[in-house]
């Protein structure tokens, strides 16, 4: 009986310790994909105003000398802040289970992207709105998505 009850107390002391470690890995692993959450979608909205900032520069270039090499310059950093910024949208795509988080990010890279479609300087400013709403709507639902 003694053995019996030895027995007893450490497969149920087995039991508890097992599930308490199950607890705190889940909890480490919901920690750590937060974490990494976190980073993806602040990086991804870091290198989205960078490319927004990067759009300004061939717009007033263009505006001044369409032959400069500054407008080479411009654009070429352009195009660099857009590649960026898709290498962060694939971070985010990758640790997002939620599809209208990433169609968000999305926006907000095209939206940014049509900057350099502008014709004119009110027209600009229309489009930098427009990109600026965008990231905004993504940076809402990316710290809804953090806080869930």
């Known amino acids: 009986m003694a053995v ?5 107390g450490s497969f149920l002391t087995f039991l508890f310790q097992r599930r308490t470690a199950d607890r705190a890995e889940a909890f480490t692993w919901r920690r750590l994909a937060r974490e990494e959450r976190l980073t993806a979608y602040s990086s991804f909205a870091e290198a ?3 490319y927004r900032r990067a759009q300004y520069d061939p717009f007033h270039r ?4 369409r032959d400069s090499p500054a407008l080479v310059d411009a654009k070429t ?23 209208g988080l990433v169609q968000l990010a999305e926006g907000a890279l ?5 900057m350099a479609e502008a014709p004119d300087s009110p027209s600009l400013e ?21 806080r869930a």
């Open 4 to 8: 019996a009850g030895t027995l007893l």
């Open 48 to 50: 989205v105003v960078a």
């Open 62 to 65: 263009r505006m001044d000398d």
């Open 77 to 99: 950093e352009s195009y660099h802040r857009r590649m960026i910024a898709q290498q962060a949208l694939f971070r985010v795509q990758l640790v997002t289970n939620d599809p």
């Open 110 to 114: 095209e939206a940014t992207r049509l």
């Open 126 to 146: 229309d489009s930098v709105e427009r990109a600026k709403q965008a990231l905004n709507d993504f940076v809402l639902r990316a710290g809804d998505h953090l």
